[in-house]
């Protein structure tokens, strides 16, 4: 009886664990303590906030929290102000009207289920409206100092430009990321990844010139500095 042939497991990252160990190091060397750009000081504030920003920018939601949480920043605040005044508030984001419905239905489970508290488990947290898996690992991570991976379209792309931990969706990457990351780095990990993706390893036009990873990124079309500027190499040989 012939013997079925396991099929060969994926690498889960391009790069050796010495270059995955570097590369921390060096994006821990240049921000020791990175943190959201989100501006909250409660977790039910970073809850909303995480909620309000699905397909908008930072700096919107912070502009539309900074009048928004002087008047309602609680549950109980929030249930109060009513759907129809919340909209008033968050009208300049994307989406409002179902973001709107979200908070204020996820504000009243928190009241009558939880004592108006924001629930510490995934599986609480993924059962309020409007929170799926990544907004839940955003509070996880950044409120209660969990070891989560909120994989955005930011770390997606680095981790798969990079080949850092390639993956064919964003669960996915999560998954390969939470493997190969050394456990040193994982509590900060998703937020210099994120910032990364935002400001250096950008979309359209990633800044390699300027990127302090270069030389461990396995992306094989990497931008040029103008002819001016001469190449900058600040890395060892981790290859073997």
């Known amino acids: 009886m012939a013997v079925a042939k396991k099929k060969p497991r994926t690498r889960r990252s391009k790069l050796t664990r010495a270059e995955i160990t570097e590369l921390f190091t060096r994006l821990r060397e240049l921000n020791p303590r990175p ?12 809850l909303v906030a ?22 309602a ?26 973001k709107a ?9 928190l009241v009558e289920q939880y004592d108006s508290q924001v629930p510490r ?14 907004t839940a690992n955003v509070v996880l991570n950044t409120a209660f100092g969990e070891a989560t991976m909120a994989v955005d379209t930011h770390i997606f792309r680095v981790a798969n430009r ?20 050394p456990e040193e780095f994982l509590r900060d990990a998703h937020h210099w990844l994120i910032l990364h993706g935002r400001y250096t390893c950008t979309a359209r036009k990633p ?3 300027g990127c302090p990873i270069r030389d461990l990124c396995r992306y094989n079309e990497k ?10 190499s600040r890395g060892r040989n981790l290859s073997q």
């Open 73 to 98: 920043n609680t549950p109980a605040a929030l249930v109060a102000l009513g759907e129809e005044k919340l909209k008033r508030h968050i009208a300049t984001i994307g989406l409002f009207n179902t």
């Open 223 to 232: 931008t040029l500095a103008p002819a001016s500027d001469a190449p900058v």
């Open 35 to 46: 943190t959201t750009e989100l501006e909250y000081t409660t977790p039910f504030e970073l």
């Open 121 to 134: 488990t995934r599986e609480a947290l993924e059962a309020l409206p409007g929170v799926g898996r990544k």
């Open 162 to 181: 990079t080949g850092l931990a390639p993956g064919k969706d964003v669960r996915q990457v999560e998954d390969n990321l939470l493997h190969v990351v």
């Open 50 to 71: 995480v909620v309000l920003s699905a397909q908008a920018t930072d700096v919107g939601v912070n502009k539309a929290t900074r009048k928004l949480f002087p008047v």
């Open 207 to 209: 800044n390699c010139p």
């Open 101 to 109: 419905a979200n908070v204020i239905a996820l504000s009243r489970t």
